[in-house]
């Protein structure tokens, strides 16, 4: 299946007291383990970091997403 992550999924699978963490860890770890293709858009790569760097009303752990993300994400972001 074909899954989009929009700038909610990624912030909700790295910050664990979001409301929405278990169900965004779930889905992007099928992607990360080739069951789904996970596809983002680079506006939402961006949204996700101002929303962690700038609101600081959640701690996140950045080594959990980058496990999370398959290896593919940064050739798929820096493809032209």
Do not use: C, W
């Not at 999924?9 to 965004?24: D, I, N, Q, Y």
């Not at 680079?42 to 950045?62: D, K, P, Q, S």
């Amino acid at each position: 299946m074909k899954v989009f992550f929009d700038t909610s999924v990624l912030v909700a699978s790295v910050v664990g007291e979001h409301p929405g963490h278990a169900r965004a860890v779930g889905v992007a770890r099928r992607a990360a383990a080739g069951q789904d293709q996970g596809y983002v858009a680079a506006r939402g790569l961006a949204e996700a970091y101002a929303v962690l760097t700038t609101h600081r009303i959640y701690t996140f752990n950045l080594a959990h997403f980058r496990r999370l993300a398959p290896a593919t994400l940064a050739a798929r972001v820096a493809a032209p």
